[in-house]
């Protein structure tokens, strides 16, 4: 996907992304803050492809507090453009790495414990079974339940 293909702070469905209140001291200035805040938005919505997403996010620190709220659409989202052949299992994993624990993204509430364990399995899959159609459908339909 390209930047700008859908206007700022909504994803491809016209939905508002959540944006958390408050600013990380570190990043008192509002425009780090805000292009922080870009940076993730970039990340989950793959208005960047994963590795762009990841040089963008190493100009901030790993810690934070929460500024952006990972939701199962998210991850849909990442599965159904792996459907599509739009990115590589290489690219979901990666894409999994990089939201995997961090400080500044928080978790979709009452769903914590399913977009931990997504998360995980996409991170890892050398360990956990290889991303294929089928297991991104399994997964994609155990996040709309």
Same mark, same amino acid.
């Given at each position: 996907?390209?930047?700008?293909?859908?206007?700022?702070?909504?994803?491809?469905?016209?939905?508002?992304?959540?944006?958390?209140?408050?600013?990380?001291?570190?990043?008192?200035?509002?425009?780090?803050?805000?292009?922080?805040?870009?940076? +993730?938005?970039?990340?989950? #919505?793959? @208005?960047?492809?994963?590795?762009?997403?990841?040089? =963008? !996010?190493? %100009?901030? /620190?790993?810690?934070?507090?929460?500024?952006?709220? +990972?939701?199962?659409?998210? #991850?849909? @989202?990442?599965?159904?453009?792996?459907?599509?052949? =739009? !990115?590589? %299992?290489? /690219?979901?994993?990666?894409?999994?790495?990089?939201?995997?624990?961090?400080?500044?993204?928080?978790?979709?509430?009452?769903?914590?414990?399913?977009?931990?364990?997504?998360?995980?399995?996409?991170?890892?899959?050398?360990?956990?079974?290889?991303?294929?159609?089928?297991?991104?459908?399994?997964?994609?339909?155990?996040?709309?339940?």
């Amino acid at each position: 996907m390209f930047r700008g293909l859908y206007p700022d702070h909504l994803d491809q469905t016209g939905a508002k992304i959540e944006r958390m209140n408050g600013e990380n001291e570190a990043d008192a200035d509002s425009g780090a803050h805000d292009q922080r805040v870009d940076a +993730l938005e970039d990340l989950l #919505l793959l @208005r960047l492809s994963p590795i762009e997403a990841q040089q =963008r !996010l190493r %100009a901030f /620190a790993w810690d934070s507090e929460e500024l952006v709220t +990972l939701t199962r659409n998210h #991850l849909v @989202r990442v599965l159904d453009q792996y459907l599509d052949e =739009r !990115l590589s %299992a290489a /690219a979901v994993e990666l894409w999994a790495e990089l939201v995997e624990g961090r400080d500044d993204i928080a978790l979709e509430s009452g769903y914590e414990d399913l977009l931990k364990e997504t998360i995980f399995q996409l991170a890892t899959l050398v360990i956990n079974t290889e991303l294929s159609p089928s297991k991104a459908q399994e997964l994609r339909l155990r996040l709309m339940l």
